[in-house]
């Protein structure tokens, strides 16, 4: 079992910046991957970004070259820093985890995690113009 927190969440302006962070517990070395989602109202939950244990990312197209995914293993934390936000990233967001290697491709991450995966309650971004 892993217990995850987020927090870091808030309301900014469009072209503001954000940094979430997700505080893990438990059998946190078992994790192969760990990533965000998000969603939004009336819209599917939607994966944001992906690190895997061997340090390589992923990342939803819309947020390429603005999201950063990050860990801290010594602080069992992550993060995802987010840099020139967009009303279109207003949402709720999900720290996940995963135990298993094939759900720690990208492809499969975005439809499985979402729904399957480790994750905590979710921190609220709200980006207003």
């Known amino acids: 079992q892993v217990q995850l927190v987020e927090s870091g969440g808030g309301s900014v302006q469009v072209g503001g910046s954000l940094r979430l962070s997700c505080a893990a517990s438990?059998?946190?070395?078992?994790?192969?991957?760990m990533g965000w989602f998000r969603q939004a109202p009336g819209k599917e939950r939607e994966g944001v970004a992906l690190?895997?244990?061997?340090?390589?990312?992923s990342y939803t197209d819309s947020v390429k070259g603005r999201f950063t995914i990050s860990q801290d293993n010594a602080k069992n934390t992550l993060y995802l820093e987010m840099n020139s936000l967009q009303s279109e990233d207003t949402g709720m967001y999900y720290c996940?985890?995963?135990?298993?290697?094939?759900?720690?491709?990208?492809?499969?991450?975005?439809?499985?995690?979402?729904?399957?995966?480790?994750r905590g309650q979710g921190t609220q971004v709200t980006v207003s113009s």
């Open positions: 690190i895997v244990r061997d340090g390589s990312t």
């Open positions: 438990g059998y946190t070395s078992s994790m192969y991957c």
């Open positions: 996940a985890a995963a135990q298993q290697s094939w759900a720690c491709i990208w492809t499969k991450w975005t439809a499985w995690a979402p729904y399957y995966a480790y």
